[in-house]
């Protein structure tokens, strides 16, 4: 065996040499977009992805109040605006206790807004904060997050699934062609 032939069995994409082709081809096909031919590529790119993060705050003055900070940035944006919401509540006072990857930053903090809201909790621009007598710490807020996290993933899941399934019954083309 050759060390290409070697190289290319033991690659990622290994049983589909043309993965990111066929996927493309068959994307274009399901949402009926116009094909722009393989002579471009569709890369990612890192700086476009929107961050959503939650930090604990903790007020000096009150320190048994209860509040957390919801923030999102792109990849480019995401020190500084840390650094921003360090300036301003005091670097020391707060912590990181969620950060994930979403499509949309601010759809996911309106998500998390009016979940926390049917809560009663008191809520206001990026704060977040939880009544004296709630039970909520940093780890059920983390865990709540992290479900309507899941829950919004799901749903991109879900819609895609959908469309691929309508295209699939109503459509005679064949999808895995190349």
């Known amino acids: 065996m050759t060390a290409s032939i070697e190289g290319t069995i033991w690659t990622a994409n290994s049983a589909y ?17 116009q094909d722009k031919g393989f002579g471009t590529k569709n890369e990612y790119d890192s700086k476009e992805v929107e961050y959503f993060g939650i930090l604990s705050l903790t007020d000096v003055r009150a320190p048994r109040r209860k509040l957390w900070y919801m923030y999102y940035a792109t990849t480019t944006q995401l020190d500084e605006t840390i650094d921003r919401i360090h300036r301003k509540y005091g670097q020391k006072n707060m912590y990181e206790l969620f950060r994930k990857p979403v499509f949309s930053g601010a759809g996911m903090r309106s998500r998390v807004k009016n979940h926390f809201s049917g809560l009663k909790w008191y809520v206001k621009g990026n704060i977040l904060e939880a009544s004296s007598e709630s039970c909520y710490n940093d780890e059920k807020v983390v865990n709540t997050v992290a479900d309507l996290y899941q829950a919004e993933r799901r749903r991109y899941y879900d819609y895609l699934y959908e469309r691929s399934a309508l295209f699939k019954k109503y459509s005679s083309v064949q999808l895995n062609q190349v």
């Open 17 to 33: 040499p043309d993965l990111e082709k066929r996927l493309d081809t068959y994307m274009r096909r399901a949402f009926g977009f």
